[in-house]
Structures are given as C-alpha cells and as structure tokens.
C-alpha cells in the first residue's frame, strides 16, 4: 500500500484535470504491445502507423504492459497549460531526472537506453508523444475530453456535497482517505511520501481505464490517475419504461446515471448527436432530466 500524507496546504490544494499525456501514453501502450484496450478495443492502423517514427518507436521501448507495468513520470507530467504545457514541461526534464526515473523500467530497449545516456531522452520523447497523439488521437480527442468532464463534473460535486474525503472514497475500491491521508492498494508497491505544500492532481483517464496509475516520484509532479466513471458499463433501461418513453429514450435516460454530454451519448448508443438532441428535448421537457453548462460543455443527468 501506498500512503501519500498531505501537509496542511497540500489539502487545499487537491485538483482534478483531464490528462492529454496520460490518455496518449495508455493508448500507446496498447498499439505498442498489441493488445486491446478492454473497452474500446484495438488501437487501431492510425497508432500503429504512428510507430513507424523513431521518437515514437522511443517511447514505446520503455513502455511494457501488465500488472507492475512501470513507465517514467516525465511521461505524464500533471495537467496544467494544456497538451502544449505537458510536453513543454516533459521536454524540458533534468537529465539527471530522467537517469533516476531510468532505472525503474524494465528491459528498455537498446535505442532508449542510449537516447538517455547521451542526454536526449526527454526533448525526443516529447516529440514522439506529441507526433503520436497527433497521428492516433487528435481525431478523437473532443469526445475522449466531453467523457472525462462528465466525470469530472460528478466528481466535483461529490466534493462541493462532502468535502475532499467523500470525493476521494468515490474513486476506486483500491483507494481511501483515512486518518488524513490517501491509501492506495498497489499490487507488487508499497511506500509513503510526504506532500508539504504542492498541487496533487486527481486525473480521471477512459484510455488507462481500468488501472489507478500512481505518479509520485516528485512530490512537485505529484498525481494520481483513476478509472473515469461510466466506462465499461451497460446500463440496461427498464423494459416497463421503455414501453412507456421508447426504447431509445429508455436507453438513454438510463446512461444519465451520470453527467454526460450530446455527443457523449451519441457514440454511446450509435445514434446522431441531432437524434438524441431530440430525445433529451423530450426528456427536458417530462422532467427527467437536467441540463448544466460547465464552461463550454453541456451536461445532461437523469433528475
């Protein structure tokens, strides 16, 4: 298990945000090791084309798949400035930060190895994480960000209703906040680390879903990233309801157990955003459901 003890301005200083690094290194890891992530499935040709270019090829060397799976914490440094602020900061790593994170990986390939001894390590990661999310996941990532501020808006509220410690027991069945602190089950790590004064970053993630990444090699760059709710589940409407609404309504009213946004329940249910623009309409319109604005999202929940 792993303890991480929050100083007392540590504590209001507990954020969540979304993750552009830790959603392009998850989804690499899958094209990297061919295998599927368990949910939205195979990759696909546009990540394994991606692999083609040797920054790329970099980052996929130290990148391995399973359980005690460990990757560097350059490569996900915590959200702040945007996709351009994460690789500008995992560009500009230390050299001898990126030599002590070196040492916890597992077998790194030979061209890895070398990148780092010669200094190059960190400015040529960032360039093929950036090429990669490009390539593989620029497409997708509007809908990929609509489903992780869904989660972020229920996770907020949970807090704003029952303050950090009720957030945090909502997380995972691995994680808890006891005594003050955050535990965190870790199979194969244990450990505890002191976090003073700095920012710890809660990072929801659908492409690293379902594991909790734990990122504390810095306290500075402290973070810790946990499964985004709602992935994964088949939510099945009840058959009264939907001779009552429609199946179509009943089906999504029933994905409403959570904030989700139009286009959100669009890929969700194979329907077009303007179909189920209609259907919320009615639903508004009965009183089951509820509309919110955060910033430029539009949420909807079952009421």
């Known amino acids: ?5 929050f100083g007392p301005a540590a504590v209001g200083r507990v954020r969540l945000a979304p993750s552009p690094a830790v959603e392009a290194l998850a989804w690499l890891r899958f094209a990297a090791n061919g295998t599927r992530h368990p949910v939205f499935g195979d990759p696909g040709a546009a990540a394994r084309f991606a692999l083609r270019d040797p920054d790329v090829r970099l980052v996929a060397g130290i990148t391995p798949e399973g359980v005690s799976c460990y990757s560097p914490d350059l490569l996900t440094p915590k959200p702040g400035g945007g996709w351009a602020g994460q690789l500008e900061r995992m560009a500009a790593t230390a050299p001898e930060t990126v030599v002590a994170q070196f040492g916890g990986v597992r077998a790194p390939t030979a061209a890895a190895a070398d990148a780092v001894e010669r200094g190059e390590f960190a400015a ?5 994480m950036a090429r ?4 593989a996941l620029a497409e997708t990532w509007t809908g990929l960000r609509e489903r992780l501020a869904a989660d972020l808006a229920a996770r907020a509220a949970t807090m704003a209703e029952g303050g950090l410690g009720a957030m945090v027991n909502t997380l995972h069945p691995d994680v808890e906040w006891a005594d003050g602190e955050l535990r965190v089950a870790m199979p194969f790590h244990s450990g505890a680390v002191d976090i003073p004064d700095q920012d710890f970053v809660i990072v929801p993630t659908a492409l690293a879903w379902p594991r909790i990444w734990l990122q504390l090699d810095d306290p500075a760059d402290a973070a810790m990233t946990v499964p985004a709710r709602g992935i994964g589940q088949a939510n099945s409407p009840n ?13 999504l009213l029933a994905d409403l157990d959570l904030p989700r946004t139009t286009s959100d329940l669009a ?19 009965a009183g089951a459901v509820t509309r919110t604005r955060s910033g430029r999202v539009v949420l909807y929940r079952q009421r």
Do not use: K
């Open 124 to 128: 040529r990661a960032a360039a093929g």
């Open 267 to 285: 890929a969700r249910h194979s329907l077009s955003p303007a179909t189920v623009s209609h259907h919320l309409s009615v639903l508004r319109e």
């Open 132 to 135: 990669f999310f490009t390539t």
């Open 239 to 251: 058959p009264g309801l939907g001779r009552l609404i429609g199946r179509t309504r009943a089906a």
């Open 1 to 5: 298990m792993y303890r991480v003890r």
